[in-house]
């Protein structure tokens, strides 16, 4: 069985959907501590030629909490805000109509926790793309807190009897593949090839979280893109 493990990100990037399309069962490691610089509350969008980076508030004392104990700030001006910015970058995009009212039914909904709010948006986008992969957050029933890093990873690895691990190669520096095969798991890494398509006529701009994805392209078009990747 294949697995993979991430953070919930809100909106993710395309590879982060590509992980997930490759694996058995993905699991949302949500109870971990919450990062300020990451992507669990934060991505790009397309905003005249350029990225811009949205960012989903939180309050003030989630950064030295878990995930799935932070609680958002997204307050009714807000959340009308950060829809108006989607909105009117992505009126002219082709499946606007199809995509934008995913985005509202999200962000008009009762959702605190940044860790749900995430994983909502990955289960909306799963769903429309037909992924079926199964998806599950480390919170619910590893009972493994108290383990660090690589040690956790294989250890929930062993728990799923999984026999294959992927990663973004982002992380090729975190694990080493011999404590892996050790343990009778393989190793494995996705490196997102480079996808590019047609934004409005401009320049493509890029890469971006999964709504640039979902607005400029049909989810038969995107789906074939969860393919274009290589294996390390």
Known sequence: MKISIMQPYIFPY?????????????????DVQFINSGWINRNYILHNKEKLLFTIPIQRNGSRSDINKVVVSLTAERKKKLLKSFYFNYL????FKTVFPMLENLFSGNLTGISKLALSSIENVSNYLGIDTQIIESS???????????????????KEKADEYINPSGGIDLYKYEDFKNEGIELKFIKSREIKYKQYNN?????????????????????KSLIEFDLL
């Open 14 to 30: 395309l590879g982060y959907f590509q992980l997930i399309n490759y694996a058995d069962k993905f699991v949302i490691l949500d």
């Open 92 to 95: 002219n995009a082709p499946y």
């Open 140 to 158: 619910e029933i590893y009972n493994n807190k108290e383990l660090k890093g690589q040690n956790r990873i294989i250890d929930i690895c062993k």
């Open 203 to 223: 320049e493509f701009v890029g890469p971006l979280s999964i709504i640039d994805n979902l607005m400029f392209n049909s989810p038969e078009q995107v789906r």
